[in-house]
């Protein structure tokens, strides 16, 4: 412990700043930005203006691709990747473990002639095929086919990869099986994507602002993540292995004081930020804000938002970056939902939105009541969307990590609902009342049949509890792991969404036909159906306090309190019909994702336990021991010098040595089980007995090292690796 500690203290008072950090008087940010991107203005440029124009068609309105582009775009890119110093190219896609994989390939080709040329066609720019056998399908390929393959995502571009180590060019792809099987996270999101631009241009239809424009839906993802100095990374295999602490006493001063939140940025951690922000802008990856977190050595980077499949693959660059910068810098970037127990877990706050390019953010309250009575429906048709499928906004943030977030005492809660703001749910809510013409001060809020005036939205009114929220012009959903892919989510968002629009236009197509009832009539009536079946979803209240618990209880509304709970949802039959209607998962592949997600959980919980045990085993009993043995010297020195020793915190360590030893047997007893009939049910086995034989152990470790002196404690302390840095 005492020789680590040195090093990570001179490693911070010694830093020295490594390049000349980015300055916009030496390097504009027009000159940097985008710098590495195969971006429209280089294709521009470089390709033919029928090919180039064909392209831009297919990114900006949806249509299908005209293969014969192909060609001249890999010409091109290759053209443009060699004057950057590729040698390689790679097919980067996104397999359901939530990383990002690349397989490489050079594009040197011999040309049978003892020389060699640089190869790249239309061919292996469309079309790659890794070794799919490792990645994991569910069960998807043995019963299909056995290979994948990566498929070029024309609506995303390429970008080069420049490293001290290398070059090369990455080729965003969508990985699928040979059968059309989806085996990765792209594949369902860009089918997303197509389903709510159809079902929401039929809604803007409804209200006339249907400007043959695509609806699209943005991400803009808030990622947080905790730094600390790679000394302490090193000594402390739990971190490393599982990328979370399986044990450490809650030091003397936590977050209490919020004294880092918003504070000063230390200045080796101001330079590693500054660093990642420059990879990102040569990546193109518009980010803007960074800051301290509440937790201490908890840190922000936040992007501008961008069209989902975009922000999707970025936000894979900003953790990718995030972790490759920070060894570098001499820390350990950790992305883990919950690295230290009683300090604030990391998420990323998704803030979503559907735009078009003339009416932007479908969410902003407009200037018109026309324009109004399309964002209540619009919201409206949301809130039955998160009541109806909350369920699966918690099936789809499921994962071990994240578990100790929501269902624990933190941020958000795991039951699904919505906040509004106390401005719009009172229009709700007069909708719901039918008390159409209800007035508040000063003529604001008047929601008269033809009359809404401009709604002025309170949206500085923050609530920082609650899972879905709206903010002004967007909704921040905040249940999203800081580990996790944004795919999963939006996908869920965007069917949810489309189903929900459908509804609300069937609805109001029923009531306005042969001019029975006008737009603004039959809109605040839908509203009123959804709010009377669906209202009780939204909620304004304090989302930690245990009577929410309570009172969502009395609501109904679901409360999935672990991955072994929400996982299930993905087979419920409701949520396969959805998924189905609008193409976007076949059952199969819902199924094989279900089983996925359970394999990889019940892997993470086996390793920790293989960890936690071996940790306490290896580490932390021989310490104990030792101490436990100089006391016990120490008190045969006293009683031989004719003194009666106190003994009590021998007995104290003996006692506690005992416990700590009888808990690594009763958690390494249920270990050994290992015939399950599912790996649902080895999920909920793993969730309801080895986890809590975990904390048994730490509770047993975590009291030793109050106890057992400092210079034999063999593991950096959270005070050690918290506020060092
Ligand atoms: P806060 O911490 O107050 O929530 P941040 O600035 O950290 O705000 O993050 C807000 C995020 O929301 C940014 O990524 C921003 O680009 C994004 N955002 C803003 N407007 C929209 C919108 N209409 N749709 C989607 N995302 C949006
Ligand atoms: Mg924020």
């Known amino acids: 412990g005492y020789q680590t500690r040195q090093n990570a203290i001179n490693a911070v008072t010694n830093y020295k700043p490594i390049d000349k950090p980015l300055n916009f008087a030496e390097t504009s940010p027009a000159e940097i930005y985008g710098s590495n991107v195969f971006s429209d203005k280089v294709m521009k440029n470089m390709l033919p203006k029928d090919v180039y124009k064909s392209l831009m068609a297919t990114k900006k309105s949806g249509e299908a691709i005209d293969s014969s582009i192909a060609g001249p775009v ?31 390939d050079g594009f040197l080709a011999p040309d049978g002639e003892g020389g060699a040329i640089a190869e790249f066609d239309a061919k292996l720019l469309i079309q790659g095929e890794p070794d799919a056998s490792s990645f994991p399908s569910g069960g998807l390929r043995a019963t299909f086919e056995a290979r994948g393959y990566t498929a070029w995502d024309v609506t995303n571009p390429a970008y080069i990869l420049e490293n001290p180590n290398g070059t090369f060019l990455c080729i ?22 197509q389903a709510i631009n159809k079902s929401a241009t039929r809604f803007l239809g409804l209200f006339g602002t249907d400007n043959g424009e695509m609806v699209v839906s943005n991400a803009g993802p808030e990622q947080e993540y905790f730094l600390l100095d790679r000394n302490f990374y090193f000594a402390r295999p739990d971190l490393m292995v599982c ?25 080796r951690v101001l330079a590693y930020m500054l660093e990642v922000e420059r990879e990102l802008y040569k990546l193109g990856v ?14 922000e980077i936040a992007p501008i938002f961008e069209q989902a499949n975009l922000a999707t693959d970025h936000n894979q660059m900003v953790m990718t970056i995030l972790k490759s910068v920070a060894k570098k810098y001499g820390m350990a970037c950790l992305l883990h939902e919950k690295p230290f127990a009683n300090i604030n877990g990391s998420g990323k706050h998704l803030n979503y939105s559907l735009s078009t390019p003339s009416q932007g953010s479908l969410y902003s309250p407009g200037d018109t009541p026309h324009e109004n009575m399309q964002f209540l429906t619009l919201t409206a048709a949301t809130i039955r969307a998160v009541e109806k499928y909350g369920k699966l906004l918690r099936a789809v943030v499921a994962s071990a990590g994240n578990d100790h977030r929501l269902g624990a005492n933190e941020a958000p809660p795991a039951i699904l609902s919505i906040f509004l703001g106390g401005e719009l749910a009172e229009i709700f809510n007069q909708i719901e009342l039918g008390d159409l013409k209800g007035t508040k001060a000063k003529g604001m809020l008047r929601v008269g049949v033809d009359t809404l005036p401009p709604l002025p939205m309170d949206s500085g009114d923050r609530n920082r509890t609650s899972p879905f929220a709206f903010t002004g012009n967007r909704f921040e959903f905040r249940a ?21 629009l459908d509804y609300v236009c069937d609805e109001i197509e029923k009531l306005t036909k042969g001019k029975k009832a006008k737009l603004n009539e039959a809109c605040q009536k839908v509203i009123q159906g959804i709010m009377k079946k669906h209202g009780h979803v939204i909620f304004n209240g304090d989302g930690y306090a245990d009577a929410w618990q309570k009172e969502a209880k009395k609501r109904g509304l679901p409360n999935l309190k ?14 396969i019909e959805m998924f189905e209607k609008y193409s976007v998962l076949s059952k199969d592949e819902l199924h094989s994702r279900c089983e996925i997600y359970h394999e990889q959980y019940n892997q993470i919980i086996l390793t920790e336990s293989l960890m936690c045990a071996k940790v306490a085993k290896t580490i932390i009993l021989p310490a104990a021991i030792r101490y436990q043995g100089e006391l016990a010297d120490t008190a045969a020195s006293i009683k031989a010098a004719g003194i009666e020793p106190r003994t009590t915190l021998l007995q104290d360590i003996t006692d506690k040595l005992r416990d ?34 975990m904390l048994a152990v730490r509770e047993i470790v975590d009291a030793l090292e109050g106890v057992v002196a400092d210079d034999l404690w063999p593991l950096p302390s959270y005070q050690e690796m918290l506020f060092i840095k």
Not at 172 to 193: E, M, Q, V, Y
Not at 243 to 267: C, M, N, S, V, W
Not at 480 to 499: D, K
């Open 562 to 575: 672990t991955t072994a709970d929400a996982l299930p949802v993905l087979m419920d039959k409701d949520v």
């Open 286 to 299: 518009p980010v803007k804000t960074r800051h301290n977190e509440v937790a201490p050595g908890q840190f």
């Open 480 to 500: 999203v792991g800081s580990n996790q892919s944004i795919a999963g989510a939006q996908v869920a968002l965007n069917t949810m969404l489309s189903e929900s």
């Open 660 to 693: 700590l030893q009888e808990s690594i047997v009763a958690l390494e007893k249920l270990m050994e089980k290992d015939n399950f009939k599912s790996v649902e049910a080895e999920a909920v086995y793993k969730t309801k007995k080895v986890l809590p034989a």
């Open 243 to 267: 990328g979370r602490t399986l044990f450490g006493a809650k030091p003397a001063k936590g977050q209490e004081l919020d004294d880092h939140y918003f504070g000063a940025i230390p200045r």
């Open 172 to 193: 965003p792809t969508a990985f699928i099986s040979w059968k059309g099987h989806a085996l990765d996270k792209k594949t369902p999101l860009l089918r997303a994507n």
């Open 74 to 104: 890999a010409a091109a890119m290759k053209e443009w990747a060699l004057a950057k110093g590729a040698t390689h190219y790679t097919h980067v896609f996104y397999p359901l473990t939530g990383l990002t994989a690349e397989k490489h």
